[in-house]
T-cell receptor, first 110, second 118 residues
Framework: LAKTTQPISMDSYEGQEVNITCSHNNIATNDYITWYQQFPSQGPRFIIQGYKTKVTNEVASLFIPADRKSSTLSLPRVSLSDTAVYYCLVGEGNAGKSTFGDGTTLTVKP | EAGVAQSPRYKIIEKRQSVAFWCNPISGHATLYWYQQILGQGPKLLIQFQNNGVVDDSQLPKDRFSAERLKGVDSTLKIQPAKLEDSAVYLC????????????????FGNGTRLTVT
């Protein structure tokens, strides 16, 4: 099963770039990597998804090395409103299952 | 596009009572999920439907939890009888994904129902 490992917490300051790395050593060939953001009292919200190399959208970038055993979510110029829990999710291929870890709590300070 | 709707938003019950949660997924989404999220932890999948059929309920405590998705749209999750350890947020999510690539389609979550069992 494709388990993921992320840092429990990270601190940053407004305006900085934040990189959160997720380890997924058992990723299957057909699996995509998806990142979610969760604020208190809300459900997780989709941020970005990728399969290999680099994906960029209006809020984040996702870097995936060639071996795909890890991925890095990059948030450019964070603000206080980016304080949240970030989850990395990897599809478990033919099992059709995917497991949330406990996420990374990002705290952005002024 | 309307999001995933869940009700009620909060529920407080005593142990051994029963409770039901309702979810209306995004229109056209074939796959629906119920997750349990205990404070400080990531969401844990309870049950997954594709249309009105169950894809995975391996982590659903079937002695007390039940779920149904009639007509492949709305879904209800029931707990009877509730235990103290069932206190959690119950999240419903939906996605377009089907088949073996089911988790390669992004999940869209509702804001959940916070259950407190006293």
């Amino acid at each position: 099963l494709a388990k993921t490992t992320q840092p429990i917490s990270m601190d940053s300051y407004e305006g900085q770039e934040v990189n959160i790395t997720c380890s997924h050593n058992n990723i299957a060939t057909n699996d995509y990597i998806t990142w979610y953001q969760q604020f208190p009292s809300q459900g997780p919200r989709f941020i970005i998804q990728g399969y290999k190399t680099k994906v960029t959208n209006e809020v984040a970038s996702l870097f995936i090395p060639a071996d795909r055993k890890s991925s890095t979510l990059s948030l450019p110029r964070v603000s206080l409103s980016d304080t949240a829990v970030y989850y990395c999710l990897v599809g478990e291929g033919n099992a059709g299952k995917s497991t949330f870890g406990d996420g990374t709590t990002l705290t952005v300070k002024p | 596009e309307a999001g995933v709707a869940q009700s009620p938003r909060y529920k407080i019950i005593e142990k051994r009572q029963s409770v039901a949660f309702w979810c209306n997924p995004i229109s056209g989404h074939a796959t629906l999920y119920w997750y349990q999220q205990i404070l400080g932890q990531g969401p844990k999948l309870l049950i997954q439907f594709q249309n009105n059929g169950v894809v995975d309920d391996s982590q659903l405590p079937k002695d007390r939890f039940s779920a149904e998705r009639l007509k492949g749209v709305d879904s209800t999750l029931k707990i009877q009888p509730a235990k103290l350890e069932d206190s959690a947020v119950y999240l419903c999510a939906s996605s377009l994904g089907t088949g073996t690539a089911i988790y390669n389609s992004p999940l869209h979550f509702g804001n959940g129902t916070r259950l407190t069992v006293t």
